[in-house]
C-alpha cells in the first residue's frame, strides 16, 4: 500500500478517490459576554501541547509544510460542499501543527492543527462546515494541479462534547486499488479552531481519537484565548 500522509488524504486522495463517512455537531455555543482574545502567533504556540502534557507513550513531531493539514488544493462539485473539502481552513491569522506518534503504535498517526481568528472568522468557518454537512450528501473533489477526481460520501456521526463547537468526520479515499481512511474532529474554543487526525497506514482505516489528548488541548486553548 502507498504511503498515505495528511496531505494525500486531504488533497491527492479525496481529489482521487474519498468517501467521508460520519459528520456531527456538538454546540455549547454561549449567550453574549465579553470578547475572546485573538491570540498572536507567539501566544497560539504557547497554547500548544507540550511533550510534558501528554499521556504517556506519545511523543512531538513538527511535521513537514507537504504532509501538514490543510494543503487540500482541491475544488468541490457542488461548490455548497467546499467547507467540507477544506475542512476548518478558514483565513487564520496564526496557526501551529504538530503531530503526536506513539512508539507503541508505529502505523497509526494522530496530527493536530491549532488556528487563531480574528473575531468572527472562528464561528464562520464552523457555521460554513456545519452547513455544508447537512446539504451534502456526497461531492466531487476535483485536485486543482492534476486534475484527478475523487468522489466523497458524507454520513453524520457524533462530535465530543468539548468546546464551544464540535464537529467529527471519518473520511475514505479509494483509488489506485488501495483504501484509506481517517477521523478529524474540529473543535472552536472562542476565536480559536483546534483540528485533530487519525488513521492507520497499514489497515487504511480510522482510528479512535484520543479524548486525553483532544481534552488537553481544548483546556489549553480555553485558558490562552480567556
Not at 97 to 118: C, D, M
Not at 177 to 201: E, N, Q
Amino acid at each position: 500500500m502507498r504511503r498515505i500522509t495528511c496531505r494525500t488524504i486531504l488533497s491527492a486522495s479525496l481529489a482521487a478517490a474519498v468517501g467521508l463517512t460520519a459528520a456531527g455537531c456538538s454546540s455549547g455555543k454561549a449567550g453574549s459576554g465579553p470578547a475572546a482574545k485573538v491570540l498572536t502567533k507567539a501566544q497560539l504556540q504557547a497554547a500548544a501541547l507540550t511533550a510534558g502534557e501528554l499521556p504517556a507513550g506519545y511523543r512531538i513531531v513538527k511535521p513537514a509544510s507537504a504532509d501538514a493539514l490543510f494543503t487540500s488544493t482541491s475544488t468541490t462539485t457542488p461548490a455548497e460542499c467546499q467547507p467540507i473539502q477544506d475542512i476548518g481552513a478558514g483565513k487564520p491569522t496564526a496557526a501551529w501543527a504538530q503531530n503526536y506518534p506513539q512508539a507503541a503504535k508505529r502505523t497509526q498517526v494522530l496530527a493536530s492543527r491549532i488556528a487563531a481568528y480574528a473575531e468572527g472568522g472562528a464561528e464562520q468557518t464552523m457555521t460554513d462546515l456545519e452547513g455544508a454537512l447537512k446539504r451534502c450528501t456526497a461531492f466531487q473533489a476535483k485536485n486543482n494541479k492534476d486534475g484527478s477526481v475523487t468522489t466523497v460520501k458524507v454520513t453524520p456521526g457524533k462530535a465530543p462534547a468539548l468546546g464551544d463547537d464540535a464537529v467529527q468526520l471519518d473520511l475514505a479515499s479509494s483509488g489506485g486499488g488501495s483504501i484509506s481512511a481517517l477521523r478529524m474532529v474540529l473543535v472552536r474554543t472562542g476565536t480559536t479552531l483546534a483540528l485533530f487526525s487519525a488513521f492507520d497506514i497499514s489497515s487504511g482505516k480510522p482510528v479512535p481519537l484520543p479524548q486525553q489528548v483532544l481534552s488537553a488541548q481544548v483546556d489549553k486553548l480555553r485558558a490562552a484565548t480567556g
